[in-house]
């Protein structure tokens, strides 16, 4: 199974609002409401932003907001700050119950 | 709170088989929804799940290393083990435990506590 297509990075700047993509197939992100998605910054763990396609974990900002359309989910992060600047990566379920990743996107705050 | 920590060889020839230890603290493996998972990533490179296991002990893996994977647990000593055999150049990355939560664990797929990670590298 091949991995989710993601934009290779994304750019904005302090206060705008960005959107990543991420596309799969309808046997996984068009199937499932389980998709998620990842921070990583150089040198850490990804941590969790949002899980089943649209919902927060506790503590993370609601600066973040996640989203689906047919094959396609989104991660939004708006009123942008310097410490976003990081890896998305997304992450889906899969029909043969697997969990399959996205190739990730650079995420860079001018 | 929910801490999980890798443990195993930094280096591990060709051919050989990698075992790595997550020793966890903050939950149990015993309740119902908790599920531990690796995760790998190869420098520069993009996330790659390899397994899970649940309190169930549902196991679930890639389907492209299944041949090659397995994952146990020991409860009393809050600690899940991976093994990977036949060992290769590609194989090396940084490997990653972490915690999930699903009410389902045929379905369970997210993940929201991870370990440090620890760097595997593969070379004679």
């Known amino acids: 199974q091949s991995a989710l297509t993601q934009p290779a990075s994304v750019s904005g700047s302090p206060g705008q609002s960005i959107t990543i993509s991420c596309t799969g197939t309808s046997s996984d992100v068009g199937s499932y409401s389980y998709v998620s998605w990842y921070q990583q910054h150089p040198g850490k763990a990804p941590k969790l932003m949002v899980f089943d396609v649209s919902h927060r974990p506790s503590g993370i900002s609601n600066r973040f907001s996640g989203s689906k359309s047919g094959n396609t989910a989104s991660l939004t992060i708006s009123g942008l700050q310097a410490e976003d600047e990081a890896d998305y990566f997304c992450?889906?379920?899969?029909?043969?119950?697997?969990?399959?990743f996205g190739g990730g996107t650079k995420l860079t705050v001018l | 709170q929910i801490t999980l920590k890798e443990s195993g060889p930094t280096l591990v020839k060709p051919t050989q088989t990698l075992t790595l230890t997550c020793t966890f603290s903050g939950f149990s493996l015993s309740t119902s929804g908790v599920g531990v998972g690796w995760i790998r990533q190869p420098p520069g490179k993009a996330l790659e799940w390899l397994t899970l296991i649940y309190w169930d002990e549902n196991k679930r893996y890639s389907p492209s290393l299944k041949s090659r994977l397995t994952i146990t647990t020991d409860t009393s000593r809050n600690q899940v083990v991976l093994s990977m055999t036949n060992m290769d150049p590609v194989d090396t990355a940084t490997y990653y435990c972490a915690h999930s939560l699903t009410a389902d664990s045929r379905v369970g797929n997210w993940f929201d506590s991870w370990g440090q990670g620890t760097l595997v590298t593969v070379s004679s």
């Open positions: 992450s889906s379920y899969t029909s043969n119950s697997n969990v399959i």
